[in-house]
């Protein structure tokens, strides 16, 4: 397993079956304060890793994309759209080391978020064209199960003011699509932060669907032709969040496996939960605290087979803040 994230720069951790690891990664020329959020091995010595570094020269946060060949973490020229302010990478999928799609937002001219794609060939990463999603839009998870289908999810603004709702497109190989995707009942509003597909016709997303009937925390599956919402359940105290409560990472090994996790801040101090879908249902599975535990977060979820990996990092006790890594 490899996780990425950021400490005074960017960070990689590997697991190696009894330990992690720290490897040293690479800072772009002419930047400071590189920061990792999103990594995808399609082998054990080919990993690529999404973030944004700050580009001194301009002020500005810039692409960042670094490559892992087995041996060392290397810095890839990431490119930034035309007139951007700032650009930021938030997820990434690879199918192999020569088909990666990378995702996040930009600032256009007029200072609005607009949803951001870039596609790796194996020789460089190119800014790939998505249709139009309302006046303001990003860019939150990615997953291909093919180098010809890819599904990108995030939220937009309708309007330049008001409610967001959830997005997903889609890539076939040849364009980006937009999809229709529902609102939970009772609900007008709502997020999706994280997408898993195991086949071009099965993929979760989750995230948060605010003022639902069924609580704040939203899941929806994509059949090939329709997004449908999924009943989750919430944490039990989750009324008294004083944040958003939010399934932000999912991790799916086949149509009836996948696993989620949850963010929220019950009482005013962040915490986290997780779920599975069993193939019929979502439930609230048992999640594990360091010892001295008083706030802390999950960030990213990756399954294979029956075995998960969540990463995120947590305080307590002398610890300020410190790295959390967990496994069934």
């Known amino acids: 397993c490899t996780a990425v994230g950021s400490s ?5 951790e590997r697991w190696n079956g009894n330990s992690w690891r720290i490897q040293p990664t690479a800072t772009p020329k002419g930047a400071v304060s590189p ?37 060392s973490w290397r810095v890839q020229a990431a ?26 937002h930009y600032d256009n001219a007029k200072g609005l978020p607009q949803a951001l794609v870039e596609r ?3 020789t460089s990463w190119r800014l790939q064209a998505t249709p139009a999603a309302g006046i303001r839009s990003w860019f ?22 008001g409610n967001t709702s959830p997005l997903a497109e889609a ?17 007008n509003t709502g997020v999706f932060a994280a997408v898993s597909c195991t086949k071009g016709d099965a993929c979760t997303a989750t995230g948060t669907g605010f003022g639902a009937k069924s609580g704040p925390t939203l899941a929806e599956r994509w059949n090939g032709k329709t997004w449908r919402v999924q009943p989750t359940p919430n944490p039990a105290n989750y009324r008294t969040s004083f944040g958003e409560v939010s399934l932000n990472g ?11 996790s949850g963010e929220y801040s019950p009482g005013g101090s962040a915490g986290y939960f997780l779920e599975a879908w069993n193939g019929k249902t979502w439930r609230l599975a048992t999640a594990p605290f360091p010892v001295h535990f008083a706030s802390g977060a999950l960030f990213g979820m990756s399954c294979a087979a029956a075995r998960c990996t969540a990463v995120g990092d947590w305080s307590g006790g002398v610890r300020a803040v410190a790295t959390l890594a967990m496994a069934n």
């Open 250 to 260: 999912v991790s799916c090994t086949s149509t009836t496996a996948c696993t989620a």
């Open 8 to 12: 005074t720069g960017a960070l990689a």
């Open 35 to 71: 920061q990792l959020f999103g990594v995808s091995c399609p082998a054990a010595n080919a990993c690529i890793a999404a973030g944004y570094a700050y580009r001194t020269a301009t002020s500005r946060d810039v692409t960042l994309a670094e490559a892992w060949n087995g041996k």
């Open 140 to 161: 939150t998870g990615v997953s291909c199960s093919s180098p010809n289908a890819c599904i990108a999810v995030g939220y937009y603004w309708p309007g330049l003011y």
């Open 79 to 104: 490119p930034n759209p035309k007139g951007a302010t700032e650009s930021n990478l938030y997820a990434v999928s690879c199918t192999s080391a020569k088909a990666c799609t990378a995702v996040g």
């Open 171 to 187: 890539w076939n190989g040849m364009s980006w699509h937009a999809q229709k995707v529902p609102f939970p009942t009772g609900s």
């Open 120 to 122: 790796w060939n194996g």
